[in-house]
Each structure stands twice: as C-alpha cells, then as structure tokens.
C-alpha cells in the first residue's frame, strides 16, 4: 500500500512539474482566476505583457485589465462558459499597467467540481499585431478604391461626351489622356509598394556621389521649372564622400522629394538642393536637403505624411493630383540603404526643407 502512495505521490508532483514547465515557457498569458475573477496563478508572460508586479497581481481582479467597451462581451462569455460547461473563446481589449492597449484573443475555461464553479483558466493571446495587419489591410483596400474610382469615371464620363459631342472629341481625348496617365501612376505605384514590401527589390550597391546624382537630376528638371516660374539652384560643398548606393533608387527619391516641392511652390518661388553632413557618434552620413518656399505642411499633419495614402490639406485644396504614396516609397527606398529622410522644418512662412541621409561607409 505504502508503495502506491509513493506511486501516486510522485505521479502528482510529475504532474505539477509539467503544468508548472508549461505555465513557464508558454509565449500565451495564461490565468487562473476565482471565482469572483480575482487572479489566483498566473505565468511570466502574463506579467511581461501586462508590466505588472508579483506583489500588485493578486489585489487586482481579471476585468480591471479590460476597457469598459468590452466588459459586456467578456462577461457574455464567462456566463456561457460556465453555463454550458464549455470552453469559449472572445476577442477584447485590455490595457497594461503602463497604459497601452493590448488586443487578445481569450480562451476561457471554467473548472467545476461538483456542479460549482471554482475557478476559470484564461489564455490570452496577444493579437494586437494582427489587428493592425487587418486594418492596414481594409485601408489599403479602401484607399485604393477610392483612388481608382476617379479616373475610371472620369474615362467613363468623357467617353461617353466623345459619343454625344464628336465635334469636341480633340478635347475630350486630351482629357482621356491625362486620366489615362493617371491611372498608370496610381498602379505603378501599387506595384512598386508592393514589391518594397515583399522584398522583391535589392539594391544593385555601387560607389556614387550624391551631389553629382543630384546635378544631373536637377538639369533635367530645369525646363519644367521654367515653365512654372520656379527657381532650381544645387549648392554643394568642394568635396562630397562616396556613398553606396544603387543610382536608379536614389534618382527615385530625389525625384518624388523634388516633384512634391514643385507641386507645392508658387511661381516665383525657388527650390535649393544642398549638400550635408552629420556625424552620430561613430557614423557619419552624407545627406541632400531639398528645400522649397512653398505654402509648407500644416503641423498637425506632419506626423503622418509618410502614411500610405495620406494626402495633406493643401493637396485637397490645389487638386494636385497624387496617391499619398510617394513618401512612403521614399522611405522605404531609404530603408533598403539603410538610411531615413527627415522632414527638417515646414511652415507656411519657411517653407518645406527634407533631407535624405545615407551612411558612409
């Protein structure tokens, strides 16, 4: 007999190791509350997600982690749960103790004993990066409807007024035109965020000087500036360092930095392209400020002007056309050189001024 119990005893202990080993090491927060839903157990991941203490944990109950807009959600499945005797599962959203909301996925499961309840197993999985997955996703679905509807009725409307007006139809296809190329931007564009973010673009790295990059880009530029009464200069230092590079990506982000500062420069207006250095700490970087006397970025919008799609309040008032894509391509063509663009100063008195940075070797 007493060797049973020494059986039995060490099948238990056995037991409470595995659980203790899988509280341990599970990536998921996993809870053990009362019945009143105060927290009883708990697992590291559940502290390290919630950043609260060993000591604070058991004087707080498992609803004071949960905003208010899900309180009614959460208990609709506690009181299913325990009623059916079945485990559920609820998305929420609660929030740490340094504040920050965190959206999970609960798994609830209620342990009875003798048809009452003492307690219930919470797993809460983290799901807030897939949260913002899918609204990433449903924006840019949005977005690029809203995008694409333009032109298409455009072309739609101007068709139709070449049947009805033939007389007219040298004006008509000038229009068709121009939507026409409209429309291409938009899905290269696409095409060209996409491929950024499947990593389908590598950089073909190979010695280059920015400087030099930005003259012959600024020559070419100088006609279409004429015509718009704007003012190109490149002021440069006497020795600018070789970069690694790839010549046709950075051609593309001094091109949407120069074309944004001519869409938004009035005639009489000047665009200089400058040369810079910084050194941060052992690195040093070589960088091109762009800088306009246009009518500048409103400064509650410049936190999100590298946000796909976003177009500014002065887009929307001059009609410039545009997909709210161009810094974002931008950004992500500096990323892939391991460098960043700064918007170093916009008003309406000053001016825009970007600079592009890239690492010295």
């Given amino acids: 007999m007493a060797k049973a119990d020494d059986t039995r005893t060490q099948e238990l202990q056995h037991s409470t190791d595995t659980i203790r080993a899988i509280l341990r090491n599970s990536p998921d927060a996993i809870l053990v509350l009362n019945a009143d839903q105060s927290i009883r157990h708990w697992n590291?991941?559940?502290r390290h997600l919630f950043a609260y203490t060993r000591e604070e944990i058991p004087r707080i109950r498992f609803f004071d982690l949960v905003t208010k807009t899900d309180h009614d959600k959460l208990e609709q499945a506690l009181e299913t749960a325990v009623s059916t005797h079945t485990p559920r599962r609820v998305e929420i959203t609660t929030q740490s103790k340094n504040g920050r909301f965190i959206e999970v996925n609960v798994a609830l499961a209620p342990i009875q004993e003798n048809d009452t309840l003492t307690g219930i197993v919470c797993s809460l999985h983290d799901i807030s990066q897939l949260k913002e997955v899918e609204r990433l996703k449903d924006n840019f679905v949005s977005n690029v409807s809203h995008e694409l509807r333009t032109p298409i009725t455009n072309l739609r409307l101007h068709y139709d007024l070449i049947q009805l007006n033939p007389q007219k139809q040298d004006v008509y296809l000038?229009?068709?035109g121009r939507e026409i190329d409209r429309l291409n931007n938009i899905i290269e564009d696409l095409l060209h965020i996409s491929r950024l973010d499947q990593k389908r673009i590598k950089p073909i790295l190979a010695a280059l000087n920015l400087s030099a990059l930005a003259a012959q880009h600024l020559d070419d530029r100088q006609s279409s500036a004429a015509n718009k009464q704007i003012t190109l200069t490149l002021a440069k230092e006497p020795i600018v360092p070789t970069i690694q590079g790839d010549a046709r990506l950075l051609e593309q982000v001094i091109s949407i930095l120069l074309t944004n500062?001519?869409?938004y420069t009035p005639a009489g207006g000047e665009i200089r392209?400058?040369?810079r250095f910084k050194q941060e700490g052992t690195q040093k970087w070589v960088g091109l400020a762009i800088s306009d006397t246009g009518?500048?970025?409103l400064e509650n919008e410049q936190s999100q002007i590298f946000t796909r799609f976003f177009r500014g309040q002065s887009a929307i008032e001059t009609g410039e056309p545009g997909t709210g894509l161009g810094l974002a391509i931008a950004q992500e063509i500096m990323n892939l050189h391991?460098?960043?663009?700064?918007l170093a100063q916009s008003s309406p008195e000053n001016g825009t001024t970007f600079i592009m940075w890239l690492p010295i070797p």
Avoid: D, K, N, W
């Avoid at 391991?338 to 700064?342: L, P």
């Fill in 338 to 342: 391991q460098g960043y663009i700064e």
């Fill in 261 to 263: 500062a001519m869409a």
């Fill in 273 to 275: 392209l400058i040369s």
């Fill in 174 to 176: 000038a229009r068709l």
């Fill in 44 to 46: 590291a991941a559940f």
């Fill in 295 to 297: 009518v500048g970025i």
